[in-house]
């Protein structure tokens, strides 16, 4: 039984910094890709950003490149999210999902296995 547990959200003032976290347990990952979506109230829920577990690669969407890092601790079985220079605009719940493949990455519809969610607010 996969299971992904998120932490870190929080309130924040635009352009400052946060970190959430997700935990990952259940299977082994070798493979897989690990990712951060968001939503937005009233919104869809958007792709943020993917790592793949076992080669380190990853993908961005465009409004967080070089402001969002991606990144994973494979003995503790954690992802992270580095949240720089954050902007009003990225007020949402953050999901942390995992899939089997890389293919595919920006369709929630294609990832398997979500967290709970942690909420984020930047205030202006």
Excluded: H
Excluded at 1 to 30: D, H, P
Excluded at 41 to 49: S, Y
């Amino acid at each position: 039984q996969v299971r992904l547990v998120e932490s870190g959200g929080g309130l924040v003032q635009a352009g400052g910094s946060l970190t959430l976290s997700c935990a990952a347990s259940g299977r082994t990952f070798s493979g897989y890709a690990m990712g951060w979506f968001r939503q937005a109230p009233g919104k869809d829920r958007e792709f943020v950003a993917a790592i793949n577990w076992s080669s380190g690669n990853t993908y961005y969407e465009d409004s967080v490149k070089g402001r969002f890092t991606i990144s994973r601790d494979n003995a503790e079985m954690t992802m992270y999210l580095q949240m720089n220079s954050l902007k009003p605009e990225d007020t949402a719940v953050y999901y942390c999902a995992s899939r089997g493949s890389w293919n595919g990455l920006g369709d929630p519809l294609n990832w398997g296995y979500w967290g709970q969610g942690t909420q984020v607010t930047v205030s202006s």
